[in-house]
Structures are given as C-alpha cells and as structure tokens.
C-alpha cells in the first residue's frame, strides 16, 4: 500500500510568533461522508514530517457529532474496503464483502438494540506520524447512524492543512477560519511540501 509524506516548513522568525498566539499545525483528511474531524494538530518545528499509508479503521463512538465535540473512540477495527462491517454488542462483529459497497468504500451497519441506543457515531480512523511519533487510528470524519441503519464512508487521499489555536485532535470541525490548503495526494503523487507564509497566515505547496 503507497506511504504518503507531507513535509510542512516554516521560517525561524516566525515559529516565536506562532508559540505565543498558541496556533498549532492542523490536519483534516476529507471523505465524502460525514462531519470533518481533525485528524491531528501539533506545535510545529521549522521542519516536520507527516508520513501516513492508505489504510484506514472504523470506529464508535457515543459522542453527539455537534461542533467542538472531541470524539472519543469507544470501539475500533482496522477494515477493509468493499466490506460491511455489522456492530452490536459493544464491538464490531467479522464483516462480509457487499456487492453495493464501490472501489474504496467502507460500510457499517449498526445492529444496537434502539432500547440502548437511538443510534452511535460511526466514522473512519487512520494511522499518522508527525515528526516520528506515532498516532494509532485518528478519527477523520463522524457520522451519526441510527438504530438498524447502515452508513457508508469513501475517503479521499486530500489532506485540508491550516493553523489554529482553538481546535484540537478529534474535534468536529464545522467551520475553518483561518487560510488553508488543499492537497491532494494518490497516484504518482506521494510526496507533498508546504511552506508557512507569515504574510498571508496560510501555506503554499512548493
């Protein structure tokens, strides 16, 4: 499976500025499903890398999908794609491959009784490295499934990079106020670089 490297540079004389204002390196992977959810943020150094490969996990969750909501992860398993994955009892049972799933789509179909639960948050989660450190299956999106009803999520290999100082890791982002770049990774495509501009507050892919 292809390893994605996004290298994010910024200039000495601005890292200061950026530390008291307490704006952190934000990342949101896109899907075509669901509510955003920031997938990692971290206080930068003049250089960084993120590196990542094109697999991806489904999670539950109880968190109420609203913005600013943090989601916290209840259940998880690493999936595949084409495949519908039934959750009850708590966890996430052996999926089945489905014939109405598309190339590169994930499916859950969630079978908690409704006198537990009118329904659970339900999402995609992929593994990141930032500047060597590793962050184990990461919510990239929420979407909220009720009791009997199947969800399907597609992820894109676009990767939405801006600074902030208010959003944290697993929020739910329903708005972005500061600049932010879109890259797009897949294909030939492997490797991205981005450079921090103090003038405009937002990067540019070198």
Known sequence: ???YTLNIDFPK?????LYKAGEKVTLIKQSANGQPVAWVCFYPFENNTVTWEEEYAIYAS???????????KMSDD????????TFQNGNFGTPSPSGQLSEGQYGVVNQTPLDQAEGLCFGLAQNVQVNGTAYPNRPINADWVPSKHVATFTP???IKLFMNSSIQD?????????PS????????TTEITANYNATTGSFAQA
């Open 1 to 3: 499976m292809p390893t």
């Open 13 to 17: 004389q601005d890292l200061d500025t």
């Open 62 to 72: 109880t968190t109420q999908i609203q913005g600013g909501a943090t989601i916290q």
């Open 78 to 85: 690493m999936a595949r794609a084409q495949m519908l994955y």
């Open 156 to 158: 894109y290999e676009n």
């Open 170 to 178: 697993g929020m739910v982002v329903t708005d972005i106020f500061s």
């Open 181 to 188: 770049l879109t890259l797009t990774f897949g294909g030939s």
